[in-house]
């Protein structure tokens, strides 16, 4: 079908409205219509991804409004294009965002009471928001559904409490200097080249010579530090941790997969397509210093995780340490650091879903998240442990999760082009996941109490009562989604060389250095 | 301490005028903005393409029209989201006494002009609406116009008042029939045949040729554009200025 790409938005946009009428009439209506937009978008998604992988110039092109392409440089009208790098995002998104509108049925009745149409209007729209800016190719298209995402971001995180509320107005700042700074850059780039088009600005930037031009400098300069606030990069993540940890639980797993990943999806797409390899790799200052700013940025996030005492608090650093994985897999300019970087986007949105969903599951049953209430939690909820421990393994990178194989390319990348201090990095944060996961389990499967007392008696012994450690499992529209999403990061783990042959195909064209730059 | 915010703001700035050394001269007609073939598509094919005199509305509503719905959408995003995060807050405050709530009665002369101005401010912004094609102004102008004769209600007698004339369901019903609206004849040219928003598609519905196509449909989005614009902006002042509460006067 031609249309499937329109469909990816026309979904969720329709649902959006219709959780806003609808769910006045009666509330219960709310969560149907998420689930079937969303299984409707990510439908429409396979398809486009599909068609992409069956073209011979391996994307597909929609111009909304039906104007030409003809021109040179082109930019009548606004071009949805999904490549193979677009059309996986937007699938990454579309089904973390189908595996989410199930989980959030009972959550969402709990966390926010009589606002289920509320939720679910910004619910939907965050996704439309999101999806469209991996397949949108228009600069400033790409502002308007930044804005999209980033203004329903705000409402989904605020509506849980007023403690969620002080958090996000700390967000909405930042963001909304990210989201300024963007569009400063894309103004002076519009004033350099006369379009829009992401293609068409790196025909005129190539046709021009634009390489030199302090506009274009400066553009970039502009647009990348934007995107760096956006995706809470290091120095600028603080608004992340507290946003995400008192947001209601299905916000959390909504945001904390995509909102970053998507974000680091521009950075690349600014670099490879908007920009060119050329101009920011070799042309800018900004190349030479990123490598270094991402060794300060792993470290210093990856020891707040391991001061943190609450789980979902913990997950939050580790978004940001993981951001710096990814920003680091680009910028050391290297063909096998770009697949790591693209890859890891997609497993690391699979294994945060993981985690979050889990950590959503543990704050309903046991109330707190807190390290000190997870005593005794394996023998209560086996499989919604089985399904978050897949989701840790993958972070800390045991084969065969998905996280294993991004990771490998990332390191693989770091080696070949002599990048060190990367390598030392990426390990130094590798043993920091495992002690922070080790030290979960041992919470949860020892009879460690609160002060480190050993309480068991001898082995499986907890030192809990029978009623404690009774089997009591998560309701089934909360676990089939976190064994779903678990399962996923076994699959594309399995599958990894289909995902990397895609990447692979879209990267070929770029000539990017696979060996040391000189 | 307060200082040290200078220092970003001076980087940025300095940036900015930095880079301007390589603007192309002001008002050049060589520069690339303006000699782009994407320019002069505009200024040259408007008439002919949609038969709307105004080039910046066929911009807004045709050539870039996907931004536009999303603008729209970005526009109801934010009374969604106002709604949700102050509904039900004013109850859990509800022991504090609040000083606009002192009730006073509604001013005479202040009434009476309201009374008198209002009916000219909504005919007024029908005809920025409506006249969006030839003339500036457009959905967003007109429903802004709209939403403020609401606001003027509210503010001259008290927010029950305004609120018996456009509750918050109405305006969140009149705001998704925008967005229907809009994505609506968006999806109709889909169906139709063409692209996503194609109106000349509209043509094999619509009595008239492909370009007078285009021109009514640009009318039909900006009138979506203007049912979100003007009841959000009543619904944003509604919820603010009670926190949540919707009553009282402020």
Not at chain 1, 120 to 128: D, P, V
Not at chain 1, 167 to 189: D, E, H, K, Q, R
Not at chain 1, 290 to 301: E, F, G, K, Q, R
Not at chain 1, 408 to 425: A, D, F, K, N, Q
């Amino acid at each position: 079908m031609d249309n499937a790409i329109a469909w990816i938005f026309i979904f969720p946009l329709f649902g959006a409205v219709a959780c806003a009428l609808l769910g006045m009439v009666n509330r219960k209506f709310c969560n149907p219509i998420a689930v079937l937009s969303m299984a409707g978008a990510t439908w429409a998604g396979v398809e486009t991804l599909l068609q992409a992988v069956a073209s011979p110039q391996a994307e597909v092109s929609y111009i909304l409004g039906g104007w030409t392409l003809d021109l040179f440089p082109r930019g009548v009208g606004i071009e949805f294009r999904a490549d193979l790098l677009g059309g996986l995002i937007a699938l990454v998104v579309l089904g973390v965002g189908f595996i989410v509108s199930i989980y959030s049925k009972l959550p969402v009745e709990r966390e926010t009471p009589n606002k289920e149409s509320l939720f679910y209007t910004l619910f939907l729209l965050q996704i439309t928001g999101l999806a469209g800016i991996a397949l949108t190719g228009d600069a400033f298209n790409l502002y308007v559904l930044i804005e999209v995402a980033a203004l329903t971001g705000y409402g989904l995180i605020a509506i849980g409490s007023n403690r969620a509320a002080a958090a996000t107005f700390n967000y909405l700042i930042l963001g909304t200097i990210g989201a300024s700074l963007y569009l400063l850059g894309v103004g002076y780039v519009y004033i350099k080249t006369g379009t829009l088009n992401m293609v068409g600005i790196q025909e005129v930037i190539m046709a021009n010579h634009l390489m030199d031009s302090a506009t274009m400098q400066v553009a970039f300069v502009l647009i990348g530090l934007g995107i760096l606030i956006k995706m809470a990069f290091f120095p600028f993540h603080a608004w992340l941790p507290n946003a995400y940890c008192n947001a209601p639980s299905t916000t959390s797993s909504l945001l904390a997969p995509l909102v970053t990943k998507v974000m680091i999806y521009v950075m690349i797409r600014m670099v490879l397509t908007v920009f060119g390899v050329e101009f920011s790799f070799e042309s800018t200052l900004w190349a030479k210093f990123m490598p270094w700013l991402v060794v300060v940025a792993i470290i210093c996030a990856a020891v707040m995780a391991l001061a943190q005492r609450e789980i979902k608090k913990m997950l939050a650093y580790l978004i940001v340490a993981e951001v710096g994985y990814m920003v680091g897999g680009v910028w050391i300019y290297n063909y096998y650091g770009l697949i790591g970087s693209i890859f890891h986007i997609i497993s690391d949105a699979c294994m945060t879903l993981c985690l979050f969903l889990g950590a959503g599951i543990i704050l309903r049953k046991c109330k707190t998240t807190h390290f000190d209430g997870l005593r005794g939690l394996f023998a209560k909820m086996p499989l919604t442990m089985i399904g978050f421990f897949i989701g840790g393994f993958s972070i800390i990178g045991l084969p065969p999760t998905c996280g294993f194989f991004s990771k490998w390319y990332l390191i693989t990348g770091g080696m070949v082009s002599h990048r060190w201090e990367y390598l030392v990095v990426l390990m130094f944060s590798t043993m920091v996941m495992v002690v922070l996961f080790f030290r979960l389990i041992e919470r949860i499967h020892l009879a460690v109490s609160e002060s480190g007392k050993n309480l068991g008696k001898g082995h499986g012994e907890l030192g809990l009562t029978k009623e404690q450690t009774k089997f009591d499992e998560a309701p089934l529209s909360m676990l089939i989604p976190l064994l779903l999403a678990a399962s996923i990061v076994l699959i594309i783990g399995i599958y990894n060389q289909d995902v990397v042959d895609q990447i692979e195909r879209f990267l070929e064209p770029l000539n990017l250095p696979k060996g040391t730059k000189d | 301490m307060k200082w040290i915010s200078l220092v970003p703001v001076l980087a940025v700035g300095g940036l900015l005028l930095f880079a301007a050394k390589d603007f192309p001269e002001w008002g050049d007609p060589q520069s690339p903005a303006s000699s782009s073939p994407v320019s002069s598509h505009f200024i040259n094919n408007t008439g002919v393409d949609t038969e709307v005199p105004n080039m910046v509305t066929a911009v807004l509503a045709d050539y870039r029209g996907f931004d536009t719905m999303f603008e729209t959408v970005v526009v109801f995003i934010a009374g969604v989201a106002v709604i949700a995060i102050l509904k039900g807050s004013g109850r859990r405050r509800g022991g504090l006494r609040k000083d606009h709530e002192v009730e006073a009665e509604p001013d005479l002369i202040v009434t009476n002009t309201v009374r008198l101005v209002v009916p000219v401010i909504q005919i007024f912004a029908f005809y920025v609406l409506a006249h969006g094609h030839v003339s500036p102004g457009g959905g967003f102008q007109g429903g802004v116009v709209m939403g403020a004769s609401f606001i003027l209600l509210a503010l001259a007698w008290d927010l029950d008042h305004a609120l018996v004339r456009m509750s918050l369901p109405k305006c969140i019903i009149i705001a998704a029939a925008g967005i229907i609206l809009y994505g609506g004849i968006g999806f109709l040219s889909m169906l139709l045949g063409g692209e996503f928003l194609d109106y000349a598609e509209l043509e094999k519905v619509l009595p008239v040729s492909r370009e007078m196509a285009r021109y009514h449909a640009m009318l039909g989005v900006e009138i979506g554009v203007g049912f979100t614009v003007t009841s959000i902006m009543f619904a944003l002042y509604a919820n603010l200025s009670s926190e949540g509460r919707l009553k009282g006067g402020l």
